[in-house]
């Protein structure tokens, strides 16, 4: 298992891997599942009572589809823990974050100066996308 | 003109210390070309066959001077002294080196300019009406919805890594001269029966290998609901749009596999769920936006008359100029084709002059058009022979808008990586072949593309030409009956492919049947789509 690199909460971290989607299904019990690429966030709406972790699987640079997958989740009211997995980079952590997610567990560590830089890039945003920042409209009519 | 805040400049200067900081990674190798790629083309930087070429974004094709002023100045320190008008209203350099790019960023920054997503599968610059706030027929100016557009669609989170480009233009006339329906979305603002201002959305057009004519998929989306109308339809791309192969991943494959009632089913479904998402900015945002694109101080005893006795002058205020809205004013075309020209190019002194007499003439604004030229929106009559002999004293007078000489064509193999063949050669030996017969010929659209990516637009051509590669040698196939106006159709290949002077003399075929065929003010499409391909073919290949 790939080491969470990147934390932006202070509960207890689960400790039981993820489960597939599939296995999900089956295991009433389970509280950590894995959002494989392509598979559809919507599937686990009627269980995020008792979801604790989702980790979303990113396989390239390219692909953003798990950016959808993480505001779906918040959206629909998940505030456990929401996990950047697999190919991603430093310039992509604002962006994830910026969606939802709220710990990165990278396939390579990344330099922790410039994740840095990237987590805090932005002093403002444009856009509403429910992660609690304000965006500028509403600062301009605040 | 919309002018930036202190929100916006930031914006724009955290782009240009990002970008800093990724070319260093990059130079120093701790960022992989690979990783690197897309994040350049995110800021507009290729790398083509000889050099870097940076696209700068032009948002709605406007300008002021002190803007064009600058594309002058980039053009002369950075570049060879030229630049290249692009179909998307923006300008592109083709000779740039990479640790040189960020400086340019932060001189554009200075005037409130940026290359942020020109290029990427992202959502690119929006493109809007070339000719809005100056048009007799428009309804309203559409900018104001644009520049909206721009600030919620700059570095959306969730939108950075879309299965392919996306392109949105917007509109406020029924006569379309940004080719709307062949955009991911065009956006009519309409007026419903209530008299009330809402948005009509069109969504996967595309030009590209299979080309498309966007379907309607909602007539009126009120204002206050634009952005969270455009998100749902973004964010069912995001997620369904094909990402097995480039080729199909475009949003108009979406809706034609899916279905265009069912695309719209799950757009409106998550539209519904996105109105409780409090994600639209409030309608005193736009209120904001508006007044930045009010009317300039026209004078209203400005008056129409004209003196046409110079005939050359006559003859370009007949191709070049259109009316305007406000009495006393005319809209001035500066074509970017003279004849044996390279389409869209234009020296940095001639951008510089262009700059300067806007200030003078235009009300210090100056427009982009997607057909690769330069308008100044708001002349007055009294100062258009002026205009035009300064213009004429820079080689900046060609009189053939919307003619035979004003092609649209693509960059080509002469600097694209992509490219099967070359584009400009072949509009130039067009330009200089018809150079005589402008006037005979009246109004006909040449498009031109080096590939079937058709970046030259060739499906929308009245004439469309396309380069292929046949085996290794250059090969190009005609197209008849294209339009990008409000009677959007497709061109029809004509059959098998020419060499280059072959195309030529093919084009020549086809003029000629118009011309024996004509019918009174008919155009070469009107005449096409009466008599049909026939005549051309059996002219071309008999």
Request: glycine share 8%; proline share 5%.
């Amino acid at each position: 298992m790939v080491e969470t690199q990147f934390r932006f909460r202070d509960d207890e971290p689960v400790g039981d891997p993820a489960v597939t989607v599939d296995a999900f299904g089956e295991q009433t019990n389970a509280a950590a599942v894995r959002l494989e690429t392509g598979e559809d966030a919507r599937v686990l709406l009627p269980f995020l009572d008792r979801i604790r972790l989702v980790e979303v699987e990113f396989p390239g640079f390219m692909d953003g589809r798990g950016y959808s997958a993480a505001r779906i989740l918040r959206e629909a009211g998940y505030d456990g823990e929401l996990r950047a997995i697999g190919s991603v980079f430093v310039d992509q952590l604002g962006h994830l974050r910026r969606c939802g997610f709220d710990s990165f567990a990278p396939n390579t560590p990344l330099d922790p100066v410039d994740a840095e830089n990237a987590f805090n890039r932005w002093p403002d945003v444009y856009q509403a996308t429910g992660d609690g920042r304000q965006p500028i409209w509403a600062k301009r009519h605040g | 003109m919309y002018k930036y805040d202190s929100y916006d400049q930031a914006m724009v200067d955290t782009r240009v210390e990002e970008f800093r900081d990724q070319t260093r990674r990059r130079i120093e190798g701790t960022l992989a070309e690979e990783n690197f790629r897309p994040l350049r083309l995110q800021n507009g930087l290729y790398l083509q066959l000889h050099a870097y070429m940076l696209r700068v974004a032009v948002p709605y094709g406007t300008l002021s001077s002190a803007q064009m002023r600058m594309l002058g100045d980039i053009a002369d320190k950075y570049d060879r002294g030229y630049g290249h008008f692009t179909t998307r209203q923006n300008i592109q350099y083709n000779w740039i080196k990479l640790d040189e790019a960020p400086d340019i960023l932060a001189d554009l920054a200075k005037v409130e300019m940026h290359a942020i997503q020109t290029s990427g599968n992202c959502i690119r610059n929006i493109s809007s009406d070339q000719y809005a706030g100056a048009a007799k027929d428009e309804l309203i100016d559409p900018r104001p919805y644009a520049e909206l557009l721009r600030q919620w669609s700059s570095f959306h989170p969730e939108f950075l890594h879309l299965p392919r480009k996306f392109k949105i233009a917007v509109i406020a006339s029924k006569t379309d001269r940004a080719a709307m329906r062949l955009h991911d979305i065009g956006i009519e603002i309409v007026k419903n029966d209530a008299g009330e201002i809402g948005c009509a959305f069109y969504v996967g057009g595309g030009m590209g290998r299979t080309p498309m004519i966007a379907p309607l998929i909602n007539p009126f989306v009120p204002l206050d609901q634009l952005i969270t109308y455009s998100e749902a339809c973004l964010r069912v791309y995001n997620r369904y749009g094909r990402r097995d192969n480039k080729y199909k991943a475009r949003i108009k494959i979406l809706v034609h596999e899916m279905g265009k009632d069912e695309y719209t089913r799950q757009v409106e479904e998550e539209f519904a769920h996105l109105l409780t998402q409090g994600i639209e900015p409030p309608i005193a945002e736009l209120e904001r936006i508006i007044p930045y694109f009010a009317d300039p101080a026209f004078d209203a005893a400005a008056s129409d008359d004209l003196d046409l006795s110079d005939p050359d002058f006559a003859v370009w205020v007949k191709n070049n100029t259109v009316a305007h809205k406000a009495k006393g004013y005319v809209i001035a075309v500066v074509s970017l084709k003279p004849v044996g020209g390279i389409p869209g190019d234009a020296s940095a002194d001639q951008i510089r002059l262009m700059a300067d007499l806007a200030k003078d003439y235009s009300f210090d604004e100056l427009r982009v058009t997607h057909a690769q030229n330069i308008v100044f929106p708001h002349v007055r009559k009294s100062d258009l022979y002026t205009l035009w002999q300064k213009l004429d004293a820079a080689d900046l007078s060609t009189a053939n808008l919307d003619g035979i000489g004003d092609i649209i064509a693509c960059p080509g193999l002469d600097y694209c990586s992509l490219a099967n063949a070359r584009s400009i050669p072949v509009a130039q030996k067009i330009s200089e072949r018809f150079a005589g017969k402008q006037e005979e010929l009246g109004e006909l659209k040449l498009k031109i593309s080096g590939c079937i990516n058709a970046c030259g637009h060739h499906h929308a051509g009245h004439i469309g030409i396309l380069g292929v590669d046949r085996k290794g040698v250059e090969n190009y196939q005609l197209l008849l009956g294209g339009s990008e106006g409000a009677d959007t159709s497709l061109g029809t290949i004509t059959g098998p492919g020419f060499s280059e002077d072959g195309i030529v003399d093919a084009v020549e075929k086809a003029t000629n049947v118009y011309l024996a065929n004509k019918e009174g003010e008919e155009r070469f499409l009107d005449t096409y789509r009466r008599i049909g391909m026939a005549p051309f073919k059996e002219a071309i290949y008999g």
